[in-house]
C-alpha cells in the first residue's frame, strides 16, 4: 500500500518551470513532491526497519509472495519515472552542463582569491589561510539547510585531534549570503572560520555542479527517510532568503600554497569523505 502512497503526486501543466520548482520541490513542505520521504519513513516503520537495506532484505527474504512482488514492481515502476522526471528538469534547466571533469578541475588556487568573511562581512582573501606550515581542507557546502553537510562537519569536529595532528585547518565555504551565514552559524554553534563565495567561482573551479536528479533521487529519498525514523530534522531555511538546494559540494585539500593535494567533489548530498579518506588521500 505504501507504493501507491508514494505515486499519489502530480506533475505541472503549466506556469514557470522555476516557480514549480521552488513551489513543489522542498524538504520543508511535507505536501511537496519530496513527501516521498515521509512515505519511505512510513514504509520502514511498518516493516520495523530503520535502514533501506534493512527493508531490501526483508523484501529478498519476500519475493515468493505474489502480493509483494507486484508491489515491488510499481515501486521500481516508480523509481524509474521518478528519476526521469528529475533528469528531465536537469535539461530543461541545464544543470548537467555545469559540472567539470576532472582534467579542467584547478590544480592550484591563488591566495589573492577574494572572499567574504560571514562573521564580519570583512573582504578577504586565501592569502590569510596560506604561508602557516599548514593544510587547508576546504569544505564546500551546499544550501544552508543542508543536514548532510551539517552532520559532515560534526563529523569533522569529532575528529578534530586527527585533523591537528596532521596540520590540517577546516575552512568552511558558502555560496550563500551573510545573513544566512549569521543564522547557520548561531544553529550549528560551527567554530571553523566561514568564507562567503556568492558568486561561486571555487564552487565552479573545482567543477562542483548543481542536479536535481543527483540530489533527490529515488535512492536518496529512501535514504533521507532514515534520518526521518531517525526523528532527525531537515533544517529550515530563512524564509526571507532565497537558497539553491541543488547544488552539490565538495572537500578539497590544499598545501601553503594552494596547491590541492585531496579532491572529492560530491555526487549527492549524502556523498561525503570520511574523515580516513581525507587523511589518507594526500
Known amino acids: 500500500t505504501h507504493c501507491y502512497t508514494l505515486t499519489s503526486f502530480t506533475f505541472p501543466n503549466s506556469g514557470s518551470l522555476q516557480e514549480f520548482i521552488r513551489q513543489k520541490i522542498r524538504i520543508e513542505q511535507q505536501q511537496s513532491l519530496l513527501g516521498l520521504i515521509e512515505a519511505g519513513a512510513v514504509l520502514y516503520r511498518s516493516l520495523c526497519v530503520q535502514r533501506k537495506k534493512d527493508a531490501e532484505d526483508l523484501w529478498r527474504k519476500s519475493t515468493h509472495r505474489a502480493t509483494l512482488q507486484g508491489a515491488l514492481q510499481d515501486f521500481r515502476e516508480l523509481e524509474v519515472q521518478w528519476d526521469a522526471f528529475l533528469q528531465h528538469l536537469d535539461d530543461e534547466l541545464q544543470l548537467a552542463a555545469q559540472t567539470l571533469d576532472d582534467t579542467k578541475q584547478i590544480k592550484c588556487i591563488s591566495p589573492d582569491t577574494s572572499l567574504i568573511d560571514a562573521r564580519t562581512g570583512e573582504k578577504v582573501t586565501l592569502e590569510k589561510y596560506f604561508g602557516r606550515g599548514q593544510k587547508i581542507l576546504l569544505v564546500l557546502i551546499r544550501q544552508f539547510s543542508c543536514l548532510l553537510c551539517r552532520l559532515h562537519l560534526k563529523e569533522l569536529e569529532k575528529h578534530q585531534r586527527s585533523l ?22 548561531k544553529e550549528t554553534g560551527c567554530q571553523y572560520d566561514m568564507l562567503l563565495d556568492s558568486d561561486r567561482k571555487m564552487y565552479t573551479a573545482f567543477g562542483l555542479g548543481a542536479s ?18 531517525d526523528n532527525m530534522e531537515f533544517p529550515r531555511g530563512l524564509p526571507s532568503i532565497q537558497d539553491d538546494m ?3 559540494g565538495g572537500d578539497f585539500v590544499v598545501d601553503e600554497h594552494g596547491r590541492v593535494l585531496f579532491s572529492y567533489c560530491c555526487q549527492s548530498p549524502i556523498d561525503r569523505p570520511s574523515v580516513e579518506e581525507i587523511l589518507s588521500g594526500q
Open 164 to 185: 591537528d595532528s596532521h596540520s590540517i585547518q577546516v575552512l568552511v565555504i558558502s555560496f550563500g549570503c551573510q545573513e544566512g551565514a549569521s543564522h547557520w552559524l
Open 212 to 229: 536535481l536528479k543527483k540530489v533527490l533521487s529515488f535512492s536518496n529519498m529512501l535514504l533521507y527517510a532514515e534520518y526521518v525514523v
Open 246 to 248: 541543488f547544488q552539490l
